[in-house]
Nanobody, 121 residues
Framework: QVQVAESGGGLVQPGGSLRLSCAAS????????ATWYRQTPGNERTWVAA???????NYRESVRGRFTISKDNANDTVYLQMNNLRPEDTAVYYC???????????????WGQGTQVTVSS
């Protein structure tokens, strides 16, 4: 069974940076898609950044130019580099990976448990 886990959250001052990681618990064949979401108390989970098959990326308007999603195939890890953080970026961040466990597998989606990001002075 594959599990996905986020890490790298924490407390940062406005204008600061954090890099979130999202990794599979064991070696897999491929990560086909990756999406970062965030959620604040009482609100729905909303997407933040996406990386699709072929390498194209997309960002919600409020983070474009500040956040970067990337993938390290050698380590089966996806990152979200967050720069110039603002208080409104405070949320629990979740990743969703669309991955193939083996070459014969279809793509399955897996959620992590989330990591808290707090932007405050």
């Amino acid at each position: 069974q594959v599990q996905v886990a986020e890490s790298g959250g924490g407390l940062v001052q406005p204008g600061g940076s954090l890099r979130l990681s999202c990794a599979a618990s064991r070696s897999i064949f491929s990560i086909n898609t990756a999406t970062w979401y965030r959620q604040t108390p009482g609100n729905e989970r909303t997407w933040v950044a996406a990386l699709v098959s072929g390498g194209a990326t997309n960002y919600r308007e409020s983070v474009r130019g500040r956040f970067t999603i990337s993938k390290d195939n050698a380590n089966d890890t996806v990152y979200l580099q967050m720069n110039n953080l603002r208080p409104e970026d405070t949320a629990v961040y979740y990743c969703n990976l669309g991955l193939r466990r083996t070459a014969q597998d279809r793509v399955y989606n897996y959620w992590g448990q989330g990591t808290q990001v707090t932007v405050s002075s």
